[in-house]
């Protein structure tokens, strides 16, 4: 199985802050990496596929970035609806695994 | 808009076998455009992807779970479903059907809203 690392695992920010989350796989994935936003209580929401694409409706202060083995998840003047925790997904090969998540709480 | 909804006994005995259907609306299951998954979440952990079906009925699971998990499509009743044998209190957690929009990428876009299984001893 393919290994995904988040990091850091929790992280405090203020509403306007630049968030930044790194996700590593264990092996070279290409690009087949997706973001997903959960908040507390509710289903995972995609906000990035294929690592760099913005899912239709998703606010453009999220942003991704990496190809390979290393990826970058960004958001850009953090507002308070953007309190949750982050998943990023790999799709090269199965079985599909997720990273163990970024908590974000605010500061 | 397609939506799905989980459903199945929020209590399953230890030993005994989960079942849980996703009911689909708004468009139908056997688009090939599509994979239907399940996913699930202990409680205060991480998504752990369980397995996912096709539209002609082929299946691929998590080894971690092989050999206990079984899934099925039926396009009659749109819907899919997820049979689990063999529970323990390790199989407790919110498990959630999706679809995966698999044509040029793939990722989950559609997600059910959940549903608690607690396995009892």
């Known amino acids: 199985d393919i290994q995904m690392t988040q990091s850091p695992s929790s992280l405090s920010a203020s509403v306007g802050d630049e968030v930044t989350i790194s996700c590593q796989a264990s092996?070279?994935?290409?690009?087949?990496l997706n973001w997903y936003q959960q908040r507390p209580g509710k289903a995972p929401k995609v906000l990035i596929y294929?690592?760099?694409h913005l899912e239709t409706g998703v606010p453009s202060r999220f942003s991704g970035s990496g190809s390979g083995t290393d990826f970058t998840f960004t958001i850009t003047s953090l507002q308070p609806e953007d309190i949750a925790t982050y998943y990023c997904?790999?799709?090269?090969?199965?079985?599909?695994?997720f990273g163990q998540g970024t908590r974000l709480e605010t500061k | 808009q397609v939506q799905l909804q989980e459903s199945g006994p929020g209590l399953v005995k230890s030993s005994q076998t989960l079942s849980l259907t996703c009911s689909v609306s708004?468009?139908?299951?056997?688009?090939?455009?599509?994979?239907w998954n399940w996913i699930r979440q202990p409680a205060g952990k991480g998504l752990e992807w369980i397995g996912r079906?096709?539209?002609?009925?082929?299946?691929k699971y998590n080894p971690s779970l092989e050999g206990r998990v079984t899934m099925s499509l039926d396009t009659s009743k749109n819907q899919f479903s997820l049979n689990l044998s063999s529970v323990t209190a390790a199989d407790t957690a919110v498990y959630y059907c999706?679809?995966?929009?698999?044509?040029?990428?793939?990722?989950?876009?559609?997600w059910g809203e959940g549903t608690t299984v607690i396995v009892s001893s």
């Open positions: 092996q070279d994935i290409n690009s087949f």
């Open positions: 999706a679809r995966a929009r698999v044509y040029f990428y793939n990722y989950m876009d559609v």
């Open positions: 997904q790999q799709y090269n090969s199965l079985p599909i695994t």
């Open positions: 708004g468009g139908p299951v056997s688009s090939g455009s599509f994979h």
């Open positions: 294929d690592a760099s």
């Open positions: 079906v096709k539209t002609d009925g082929s299946t």
